[in-house]
Antibody
Framework: EVQLVESGGGLVQPGRSLRLSCEAS????????MHWVRQSPGTGLEWVSSISWNSGSKTYADFVKGRFTISRDNTKNSLYLQMNSLRAEDTALYYC??????????????WGQGTLVTVSS | QPVLTQPPSASGTPGQRVTISCSGS????????VNWYQQFPGTAPKLLIYTNNQRPSEVPDRFSGSMSGTSASLAISGLQSEDEADYYCAAWDDSLNGWVFGGGTKLTVL
C-alpha cells in the first residue's frame, strides 16, 4: 500500500523558513517523480513544485521560484521542501504526491494527508 | 486564478447523469492528457480518471472522462449520494513546465 506521510508544518513568522518532509513507503520511491501541491483553506489545489525520479529535473511554480527548493533522498525514501522567505499567502495545507512514472509530467496518482503551514506574526 | 476553468458547482438527483467541464489552452489540455480528482472534505484528493479516460481499478465505471481540443469533461452516471464531493481537473502545462489545476467543482446530490 502506497503511503506518503508529510511532516514539518507549523506556525512560522513571515520571512522565516520551514522545511517540509515526506516519508514514502509501499513502492519503489527512486522510480517515481514526486510533487508538492498546496491547498489554502477553503480553496482549490495549487501546484508548488516537482522533481523527477533522479533529481535531474526540478520545476517550480512562479510564486515560489527563488524561495522554495525541492529535493529528495532516494536512500531514505524521502522528499523535502525547503521554504524560505515565507509569506502570509503561503499559508496552506501542503500535500506530498507521487507520479504514475518517473517523469514529472506523468499523472499524480497518490497523495499524502498533508501538513499545515501557517505563516503569521 | 486557476489556469483551467471549471464551473464552481454542479448538481443532480440520484440516478441522474451529470457532467463537469474543464477548459484549458493549447499549452496544457491541447498538448497533454487530463486527470480528474475527487476530494471529500478534510481528506486528500483521490485519482479518479487519468490520461483523459482511464480509470484506476477501484473506481466504479459510473465515472468516465473525455477530451476534445482544449477541453475535457468528467461524466458521472447513476449519481449516488456518496458522489457528493469536490472534483478537480489537472493537466501538465508545457509553457509553465508544471501542473495546472481547475478551480474545482462542488457536486451536490439533491
Amino acid at each position: 500500500e502506497v503511503q506518503l506521510v508529510e511532516s514539518g508544518g507549523g506556525l512560522v513568522q513571515p520571512g522565516r523558513s520551514l522545511r517540509l518532509s515526506c516519508e514514502a513507503s509501499g513502492f519503489t520511491f527512486e522510480d517515481y517523480a514526486m510533487h508538492w501541491v498546496r491547498q489554502s483553506p477553503g480553496t482549490g489545489l495549487e501546484w508548488v513544485s516537482s522533481i523527477s525520479w533522479n533529481s535531474g529535473s526540478k520545476t517550480y511554480a512562479d510564486f515560489v521560484k527563488g524561495r522554495f527548493t525541492i529535493s529528495r533522498d532516494n536512500t531514505k525514501n524521502s522528499l523535502y521542501l525547503q521554504m524560505n522567505s515565507l509569506r502570509a499567502e503561503d499559508t496552506a495545507l501542503y500535500y506530498c504526491a507521487k507520479s504514475f512514472l518517473g517523469g514529472s509530467y506523468y499523472a499524480i496518482d497518490y497523495w499524502g494527508q498533508g501538513t499545515l503551514v501557517t505563516v503569521s506574526s | 486564478q486557476p489556469v483551467l476553468t471549471q464551473p464552481p458547482s454542479a448538481s443532480g438527483t440520484p440516478g441522474q447523469r451529470v457532467t463537469i467541464s474543464c477548459s484549458g489552452s493549447s499549452s496544457n489540455i491541447g498538448r497533454n492528457t487530463v486527470n480528474w480528482y475527487q476530494q471529500f472534505p478534510g481528506t486528500a484528493p483521490k485519482l479518479l480518471i487519468y490520461t483523459n479516460n482511464q480509470r484506476p481499478s477501484e473506481v466504479p465505471d459510473r465515472f468516465s472522462g473525455s477530451m476534445s481540443g482544449t477541453s475535457a469533461s468528467l461524466a458521472i452516471s447513476g449519481l449516488q449520494s456518496e458522489d457528493e464531493a469536490d472534483y478537480y481537473c489537472a493537466a501538465w502545462d508545457d509553457s509553465l513546465n508544471g501542473w495546472v489545476f481547475g478551480g474545482g467543482t462542488k457536486l451536490t446530490v439533491l
